[in-house]
Nanobody, 123 residues
Framework: VQLQASGGGVVQAGGSLRLSCAVS????????VGWFRQSPGKERKFVAA????????FYADSAEGRFTISRDNAKNTVYLQMNSLKPEDTAVYYC?????????????????WGQGTQVTVSS
């Protein structure tokens, strides 16, 4: 399974971005997929996850109400719609796949990682 994140960029505070995570591999729809982010000098943190079907979703407190995760299994793609962006959302965003659903917040439980896409929110 290989993942490739895209869609990052520079946006003003209050703006929106949609990140995409293209996943290759026939087993895509058997894995939950999550998004993490990492700011310079800080550890990588959980942002959001969706289960194999896209029915179940889970968000970090920082993302709840502003971000929406979704997946299109026909296109092997997971999306992260980010609205009302804040300067503190600035980070490299990574998508990852592989954990059991009950463990989606735990970084070490993910088997497969994409390369990351930079999101910069200016004030």
């Amino acid at each position: 399974v290989q993942l490739q994140a895209s869609g990052g960029g520079v946006v003003q505070a209050g703006g929106s971005l949609r990140l995409s995570c293209a996943v290759s591999g026939r087993t895509f729809n058997t894995y939950p997929v999550g998004w993490f982010r990492q700011s310079p000098g800080k550890e990588r943190k959980f942002v959001a996850a969706t289960d194999e079907s896209g029915v179940l979703t889970f968000y970090a407190d920082s993302a709840e109400g502003r971000f929406t995760i979704s997946r299109d299994n026909a296109k092997n793609t997971v999306y992260l719609q980010m609205n009302s962006l804040k300067p503190e959302d600035t980070a490299v965003y990574y998508c990852a796949a592989g954990p059991e659903w009950r463990l989606v917040r735990i970084l070490s439980k993910y088997k497969y990682w994409g390369q990351g896409t930079q999101v910069t929110v200016s004030s």
